[in-house]
């Protein structure tokens, strides 16, 4: 079973930068697209951004795309979202995710195909 530990939330001001961490455990963490989600109060969990086993390929959503960059570490079996220029409406709990099927051939933004969550890191971006 996969296991996931979100950290590196915060307060920020707008304009201000976090570095959200994922760390994995249970599975061959190399096998697998990892990804970023967030809700916010009131709206349904989103997209915000994903990368492929490999570190070769990445998605993100367009209201991020310039701002955020997602990498990993296979040595440190650890995700990384460095957020920056953060304005208020990025204001969520930040959700990692782990694709349930090993070696995807394309990156996926639907939820259904993460089997592994993490708890949540609340991300609190002030104007």
């Known amino acids: 079973q996969g296991q996931l530990v979100d950290s590196g939330g915060g307060l920020v001001q707008a304009g201000g930068s976090l570095r959200l961490s994922c760390t994995a455990s249970g599975r061959t963490f190399s096998m697998y697209d990892y990804a970023w989600f967030r809700q916010a109060p009131g709206k349904e969990r989103e997209f915000v951004t994903s990368?492929?086993?490999?570190?070769?390929?990445?998605d993100y959503t367009e209201s991020v795309k310039g701002r955020f960059t997602i990498s990993r570490d296979n040595a440190r079996n650890t995700v990384y979202l460095q957020m920056n220029s953060l304005k208020p409406e990025d204001t969520a709990v930040y959700y990692c995710?782990?694709?349930?099927?090993?070696?995807?051939?394309?990156?996926?933004?639907?939820?259904?195909?993460?089997?592994?969550w993490g708890q949540g890191t609340q991300v609190t971006v002030s104007s």
């Open positions: 990368i492929n086993y490999s570190g070769t390929t990445t």
């Open positions: 995710a782990a694709d349930r099927l090993a070696r995807r051939t394309v990156l996926t933004r639907r939820p259904q195909e993460y089997g592994y």
